[in-house]
Every structure is written in structure tokens, then in C-alpha cells.
Nanobody, 116 residues
Framework: QLKLVESGGGFVQSGGSLRLSCEGS????????MAWWRQSPGKQREMVAG???????HYLDSVEGRFTISRDSAKNTLILQMNNLKPEDTAVYYC??????????WGQGTQVTVSS
């Protein structure tokens, strides 16, 4: 069973950068579509970026051009490079392997806080 563990969150000033990592264990993440989601207090969880098994990427409009999703297959790790961060990017960020029921796998989340 795939397990996902995020890291790399933290506190950064507006305009700064962070690099989130999501390490997979128990299965190879490269054979699946993967995604980063986020949830801010009082808001619904939303998908920030996704990548298919073939490498096609897609992004939430508000992060297009600032965030980049990628995979390091050798390290079995999903990456989210976040540049030019804004206060509205403040959220808990989750790594996800979409699936049905028990095959829908989420990490525990990592907090990103952007100050103005």
C-alpha cells in the first residue's frame, strides 16, 4: 500500500519560495497520476497542481506560472516548487494519489505560511 509523507513547508515572506516534497513508499508514484492539494482555514480543499503518469501537468489558475509540479523518480518523490508566494497561498498542502475509496491516498499535510 502506497504511503505518502510531505515535507518542506514553513514560514516565508511574500515573494519568497518554498519547495515541497512528497516521498512515496510501498509503491512507485511514477506510474500514477499525482497531485498537490491545499486547504486554508474556512475554505474547501482545492487542487493546486497535478501531473499524469506521462508527465502532463496542470495547475490552478491562481498558481499558474509560479508553481511547478514534478517528479524525481529515482527518489520516488513528488515535488512542488513554489515561487513568488503570496499570503493567499497560506494553507496546509497535501500530496495525493487519486483513487477510489481505500485507493485514494493522502499524505498528512505540511503547513505553508506566507506573511505580507
Amino acid at each position: 500500500q502506497l504511503k505518502l509523507v510531505e515535507s518542506g513547508g514553513g514560514f516565508v515572506q511574500s515573494g519568497g519560495s518554498l519547495r515541497l516534497s512528497c516521498e512515496g513508499s510501498g509503491d512507485r508514484i511514477s506510474i500514477y497520476s499525482m497531485a498537490w492539494w491545499r486547504q486554508s482555514p474556512g475554505k474547501q480543499r482545492e487542487m493546486v497542481a497535478g501531473i499524469t503518469s506521462s508527465g502532463t501537468t496542470h495547475y490552478l489558475d491562481s498558481v499558474e506560472g509560479r508553481f511547478t509540479i514534478s517528479r524525481d523518480s529515482a527518489k520516488n518523490t513528488l515535488i512542488l516548487q513554489m515561487n513568488n508566494l503570496k499570503p493567499e497561498d497560506t494553507a496546509v498542502y497535501y500530496c495525493r494519489r487519486p483513487g477510489v475509496d481505500a485507493f485514494d491516498i493522502w499524505g498528512q499535510g505540511t503547513q505553508v505560511t506566507v506573511s505580507s
